[in-house]
């Protein structure tokens, strides 16, 4: 429990959590050769670990722009709708000002400066 405010620190439960889910993933595919995506595609996931922690934290705006930079990544690592990097940058832009909106409706800038 942190001592300011009596809240419990989720930050090490969530990242515990998912090296665990990413560890158990490399070992099932390392010993049972299962067919699975390929982890290198599922890096974006970080993204949204991120976000959780944020929106854990009390952070709504952090953890909006974290998920969308994160289903940025997938799209176009997954090559969703024929998004590249060339031809999607703009979403990334939209991305980081859709959570300083949502920072600036939920306060959460004034909070962080207390």
């Known amino acids: 429990m942190s ?3 009596g809240r419990r620190d989720f930050k090490p439960l969530l990242w515990g ?7 158990g993933t490399f070992l099932l595919q390392r010993f049972t050769g299962a067919e699975l995506p390929n982890i290198g595609e599922l890096w974006p996931l970080v993204f949204f670990v991120i976000g959780t922690s944020h929106l854990l934290d009390g952070r709504p705006g952090s953890a909006v722009t974290f998920y969308l ?3 940025f990544f997938f799209a176009v690592t997954l090559d969703w709708f024929g998004f590249t ?3 999607s ?3 990334m832009i939209i991305a980081v000002g859709a959570g300083m909106v949502v920072r600036a409706l939920s306060g959460e800038d004034r909070r962080s400066r207390c």
């Open 17 to 23: 959590l998912f090296l665990i889910a990413a560890g």
């Open 85 to 87: 990097y060339r031809n």
């Open 3 to 5: 001592a300011e405010d």
């Open 89 to 91: 940058w703009p979403l």
């Open 69 to 71: 930079m994160g289903t």
